[in-house]
T-cell receptor
Framework: QKEVEQNSGPLSVPEGAIASLNCTYS??????FFWYRQYSGKSPELIMS????GDKEDGRFTAQLNKASQYVSLLIRDSQPSDSATYLC???????????FGSGTKLNVKP | GAVVSQHPSRVICKSGTSVKIECRSL??????MFWYRQFPKKSLMLMAT?????????EQGVEKDKFLINHASLTLSTLTVTSAHPEDSSFYIC???????????FGPGTRLLVL
């Protein structure tokens, strides 16, 4: 069983729609959660971090965390073609001092 | 803030030579740096974790004698690929984090091609 699971996609949404990206993790000791965006040929860039249950909003992005269900998601409102990228979910398990990354979900936003 | 640089961005070398890649945190002190490699259309693969002033911790299956990591200061870590072979061709990415903030900030990556 992988530490972090993501649907590889591709997830296709029309421009202006809400894109919903999901991630599950296996280690209940996970304490912090991150979403990164990676454009093709580039390195990951941080979008959001979330540490406690509930929602966290930043502009068009909302991260949602449910530790009981071991589930974290990212919502992108008013999706733009420039949001087309691979989105990586990362989980930090402090006792191991490293991140576990999902394999990423490829998002395509169609104009 | 939280800018990480890597140098070089791209390198082509002959088989059997060694290549050094530098990773620098430009505006913060990185207590921990991580090295990843990524093959086309694949996810990140953690190679090793390095803490300033101590030996790197390598992931299972990563040869520490082949991938030498040095974390000499709080702003610089280097990865040396020794006796490179074509199968070492990949995208190498470093990241850095601090004790205060768990977030990892990634460098722009180094694309290595071994001929």
């Amino acid at each position: 069983q992988k530490e972090v699971e993501q649907n590889s996609g591709p997830l296709s949404v029309p421009e202006g729609a809400i894109a919903s990206l999901n991630c599950t993790y296996s280690d209940r000791g996970s304490q912090s959660f991150f979403w990164y965006r990676q454009y093709s040929g580039k390195s990951p860039e941080l979008i959001m971090s979330i540490y406690s249950n509930g929602d966290k909003e930043d502009g068009r992005f909302t991260a949602q965390l449910n530790k009981a269900s071991q589930y974290v998601s990212l919502l992108i409102r008013d999706s733009q073609p420039s949001d087309s990228a691979t989105y990586l979910c990362a989980v930090n398990v402090l006792r191991f001092n490293k991140f576990y990354f999902g394999s990423g979900t490829k998002l395509n936003v169609k104009p | 803030g939280a800018v990480v640089s890597q140098h070089p961005s791209r390198v082509i070398c002959k088989s059997g030579t060694s290549v050094k890649i530098e990773c620098r945190s430009l505006d913060f002190q990185a207590t921990t740096m991580f090295w990843y490699r990524q093959f086309p259309k694949k996810s990140l693969m953690l190679m090793a974790t390095s803490n300033e002033g101590s030996k790197a911790t390598y992931e299972q299956g990563v040869e520490k004698d082949k991938f030498l990591i040095n974390h000499a200061s709080l702003t610089l870590s280097t990865l040396t690929v020794t006796s490179a072979h074509p199968e070492d061709s990949s995208f190498y990415i470093c990241s850095a984090s601090t004790v205060r903030e768990e977030t990892q900030y990634f460098g722009p990556g180094t694309r290595l091609l071994v001929l």
